[in-house]
C-alpha cells in the first residue's frame, strides 16, 4: 500500500501543472500536494503505529530545525498582515513539511526493505523521461507561451521545452538530478557487472533527457549540468570531461540559438538582468529585516509594500520569491533561519566528501549544482525537486 502511494505521488508530481485544483491570491492548490499529504501521513502512521520504528536521517534534523525557524518567523510578524495572507503563508510552511517529511518516509521505507534504493532512484529516472517526451510533444502543441492568457502568470518562453512543470528552468534542474542519478550508474563508487542490455537502456535514457535538458535552454540548468560534469569528469572519469568540453564547443557554433542565450547575459532586456533587480531588492529587504526576515512566505507581501511588484504583476508565479533561494531564505527567516538552511545543504556534501561512502559523489554533486543553480531561480523551494532532492539525500549512507 505505501509503495503503491509513493508511486502514485510520484506520478502527480511528474503531472505537475496538470493536476492543478485553485489558483490565484497567491495560493495555488495542486493534487502532488495532496497526494504528498497522504503519501507522509501513511507513511508516518505505518512506522510509528504498525513498525514502532520510524528513523529521522542524519542529513534531515537541520532541515527540520529550519522548518522551526520558519514557523517562528511566520508567528513573529501575526499583526503585520491581514488573516487571509497569514492563511497563504502557513500553507507553504505546511508544504515544506509535508516534502521534507515525505522524503523522510521513503528513507523508512528503504530502511525497512519495503522497497530498494535503486528502484526509488529508477522511478525518478522514468519520471525524467516521461517530462522529457512529453516535452518534445509541447514544443510542438504549445510552442508559444506568450498564446496562453497572461493572467495565467506564466512567463512568455518561446520554442523552449517546459513539459509539464510549464517552467523551462525548474523543469531543466528536475533533469539534472536525473542524469546525475544516470552518471553515477554509468560511474558507480565500485566495479560492477552489469549487462549489456542495462547499460544500453542506461545510455538511452541518458541521451533522451540529455537532449529534453539542452531543449530547455535555460542556462541555470546548464550551469547545474555543467558543475556536475565537472565533478564526475574529476572524480570519475577524464574521458567524461574531455568529451563534454568537446561536445559543448561544436554545439556552441553549430546552434545559434545556444549563441543567442549566452550574449544574452549582458542584454538590459534578458532575463538575466532582471535577475540582478530581483536580487538587489531582496537585498534591499534583507537589510531592514536582517535578524529575523519578514515572515516565511510572506515575500509577495511584503515586495508589494516596498513597490516591487506592481498590480499587474502580483499574481505571477516568481512573486512569492526572490531569484536565489539564500536570499530568500535570508529574507524571510533572518540571519538564524538563512545559517541554519547553509548549513543544512552543505553539511552533507562536506560529511560526504570526507567520508567517501556510497553515493557520496551523488549526494556532493546534487548540493555543489544547486549551490550554483539556486542563485537564478527559487529552485530549492520548488515542490518537485524539493521531494526529488530529499530522497537523494536521505538514502545514501
Known amino acids: ?95 515544506l513539511i509535508i516534502y521534507l517529511l515525505g522524503g523522510i518516509v521513503v ?102 533527457i540529455l537532449l529534453a535538458l539542452f531543449f530547455t535552454f535555460s542556462r541555470s540548468a546548464w550551469g547545474m549540468f555543467a558543475v556536475a560534469v565537472l565533478i564526475y569528469g574529476f572524480f570519475r572519469s577524464k574521458n567524461l570531461l574531455f568529451g563534454a568540453f568537446f561536445v559543448v564547443f561544436l554545439a556552441y557554433f553549430a546552434v545559434p540559438r545556444i549563441q543567442t542565450r549566452i550574449s544574452g547575459i549582458t542584454d538590459p532586456a534578458d532575463s538575466a538582468s532582471l535577475r540582478l533587480v530581483s536580487w538587489g531588492n531582496t537585498v534591499k529587504i534583507v537589510k531592514d529585516n536582517l535578524w529575523f526576515g519578514v515572515g516565511f512566505n510572506t515575500f509577495r507581501y511584503v515586495q508589494r509594500q516596498y513597490g516591487f511588484l506592481i498590480p499587474e504583476e502580483e499574481e505571477i508565479h516568481s512573486g512569492a520569491g526572490s531569484d536565489s533561494s539564500l536570499l530568500f531564505v535570508l529574507a524571510t527567516t533572518g540571519i538564524f533561519g538563512f545559517l541554519i538552511y547553509l548549513l543544512a545543504m552543505t553539511y552533507p556534501a562536506v560529511d560526504s566528501f570526507f567520508g567517501k561512502k556510497e553515493g557520496w559523489l551523488v549526494i556532493f554533486t546534487v548540493i555543489m549544482g544547486f549551490l550554483l543553480e539556486s542563485q537564478f531561480i527559487n529552485s530549492l523551494f520548488y515542490p518537485q525537486l524539493m521531494f526529488f532532492t530529499y530522497c537523494i539525500l536521505f538514502n545514501y549512507p
Open 107 to 208: 528513507f523508512n521505507m528503504v530502511d525497512n526493505k519495503l522497497i530498494s534504493r535503486d528502484k526509488i532512484f529508477e522511478s525518478f529516472i522514468w519520471s525524467g523521461m516521461f517530462l522529457a517526451i512529453a516535452g518534445f510533444f509541447q514544443l510542438v502543441i504549445l510552442p508559444d507561451f506568450t498564446t496562453l492568457d497572461p493572467t495565467l502568470g506564466w512567463d512568455p518562453h518561446k520554442n523552449r521545452l517546459a513539459s509539464t512543470f510549464f517552467d523551462p528552468n525548474f523543469l531543466g534542474a528536475y533533469f539534472v538530478l536525473c542524469l546525475i542519478l544516470l552518471l553515477e550508474k554509468r560511474f558507480p563508487f565500485k566495479k560492477a557487472d552489469k549487462t549489456d542490455k542495462k547499460i544500453k537502456g542506461s545510455v538511452i535514457k541518458f541521451t533522451v
Open 1 to 95: 500500500m505505501l509503495n503503491l502511494s509513493f508511486y502514485i505521488t510520484l506520478i502527480l508530481l511528474s503531472l505537475n501543472q496538470f493536476t492543478s485544483i485553485s489558483k490565484g491570491g497567491g495560493l495555488n492548490i495542486y493534487l502532488f500536494d495532496f497526494g504528498i499529504a497522504a503519501f507522509s501521513l501513511l507513511g508516518s502512521v505505518y512506522f510509528l503505529m504498525i513498525k514502532k520504528s520510524f528513523k529521522i536521517p542524519k542529513y534531515s534534523v537541520l532541515f527540520l530545525i529550519f522548518t522551526v525557524i520558519a514557523t517562528v518567523s511566520l508567528l513573529l510578524v501575526l499583526p503585520n498582515y491581514p488573516l487571509e495572507n497569514l492563511a497563504v503563508s502557513s500553507f507553504y510552511i505546511f508544504r
